[in-house]
Nanobody, 123 residues
Framework: QVQLVESGGGLVQAGGSLRLSCTASGSIFSINSMAWYRQAPGKQRELVAVISSGGNTHYANSVAGRFTISRDNAKNSVYLQMNSLKPEDTGVYYC?????????????????WGQGTQVTVSS
């Protein structure tokens, strides 16, 4: 079993900053990409940022230049530094990891999700 545990959400005023953390644990052979998604009330879950095992990153247009994703492979952890937060950034943020549990699993890995952490940005 693989568990992803997030932390770092909270309430912040517009223009403020938050840093989210997510650590994967359990039966892990390797982790491919790691990502952050978010879901606002009444909306579908959307990709915020993704980082490959080699450190290549991709951001949603709405957060590019304000958010930074990073990872620590030794700790099986991914982070999201969120600056210049806006009310429209409000939502539940979910960590995602594509994990190989066994060496013979597909190299892409299987999807695992954290439980989500609430981020609320007040205007």
């Amino acid at each position: 079993q693989v568990q992803l545990v997030e932390s770092g959400g909270g309430l912040v005023q517009a223009g403020g900053s938050l840093r989210l953390s997510c650590t994967a644990s359990g039966s892990i052979f390797s982790i491919n990409s790691m990502a952050w998604y978010r879901q606002a009330p009444g909306k579908q879950r959307e990709l915020v940022a993704v980082i490959s095992s080699g450190g290549n990153t991709h951001y949603a247009n709405s957060v590019a230049g304000r958010f930074t994703i990073s990872r620590d492979n030794a700790k099986n952890s991914v982070y999201l530094q969120m600056n210049s937060l806006k009310p429209e950034d409000t939502g539940v943020y979910y960590c995602n990891a594509k994990v190989q549990v066994r060496p013979d699993d597909p190299s892409r890995g299987y999807d695992y999700w954290g439980q989500g952490t609430q981020v609320t940005v007040s205007s």
